[in-house]
């Protein structure tokens, strides 16, 4: 077994995590799955308990301890706990670090108490119909109105975009001279000319809130600018390393589970006189599954070291979203056809899993954008690799 590098408070962290989890969240999943939308409660009793935004300093509400050890551990335990639709980490970690990365020390004061007790719920809006990660192709923009800026355009597939009190929208700020200036606006729910579409169906994360959102001359006061309104390309590019390390770690916990659910289900599995772990293809498939997993597990698990270290690259996290994206589809596809006919039945875990599953290879950079930023950091003319080449 793997010997992880937690701390014996992050341990002790992890237990109170995941009694918490089993008590007010396991309970109430199946019906924000069908309501599909999780209750704000949600947000307030894990606010109460310590369980949003660990990072921010004490004069804040945080722990002010901003090791992302904290933010894996509950990444992890929401996928062991089956409650991964309650995306906390988006709040959380995602969004969150934009305010005290790029805010204001006033913006910091307004908005951060809340959103550590889970009374301001966050969310940002990159996306567009004809924009997804090529965010120079965005349409909405924001012109300067002397003491407030007048924002038009729309978003879709906004996560917690119903839920959402604030959400930091990316938007053209001089878009006839300089289509590639962007810049970042916190807009509150109340603003007049902004309005929510309605909560989207999707394929999966049935609990997770998406909705479309729309902008109609919004006047966006000056004080709800983030940082410079000409640095968002900066500011984005600098943010994505991480959510590309979330994503990963959300995926290899993901396959985690799914490898133990399917090698619970062969284990109990009778076919033809004995039990399915027996058959050799059963065997070797789950062999497979479990080397690669904790290869990976053990990649994912440096490059939070490194993060903590402000040394993570956007290379090696692009590298770990591709890498975990792809093994968990490869993993829950092989739990279903193992499980046989009850994987195709959604009260068995793993059909749930299969279709929640398929998201990771598009949001956060779909796989053939990390495969584009790996291949230009190959290409580059300084470009070495670790291994050395005239080692013969």
Known sequence: MLK???TEEQQLF????RKFLHQEIVPNIEKWRSEGIVSREAFTK???NGFLMVWPNEEFGGLGDNDFRFEQ???EENQYALTADWYCTLHSRLVGPYLTRFGSSEQQHRFLPKCVTGETILAIAMTEPDAGSDLAGIRTNAIAQGDHWLLNGSKVYISNGINADVIVVAAKTDPKNNPRQIGLFLIEGGMEGFNRGSNLEKMGKKAQDTAELFFENVKVPNNNVLGDPTKGFSYLKEALAE?????????????QKAFDITRAFTIERKLFGQVLADFQNTQFQLAQLRAEIDAQQIYIDQLVVALNADCLSPVDAAKAKLLTSELLCRVVDEGVQLHGGAGYMDEYPISRMFTDARIGRIYGGSSEV???IIARDIAREDYTNFIERDFY
Request: hydrophobic share 60%.
């Open 243 to 255: 959510e590309r390390l979330i994503c990963a770690v959300e995926f290899i916990a993901a396959a």
């Open 14 to 17: 992890r237990g109170s995590y």
């Open 4 to 6: 992880r590098n937690f």
């Open 46 to 48: 894990a606010g109460a």
């Open 370 to 372: 990390m495969k584009l």
């Open 73 to 75: 551990i509950i990444i």
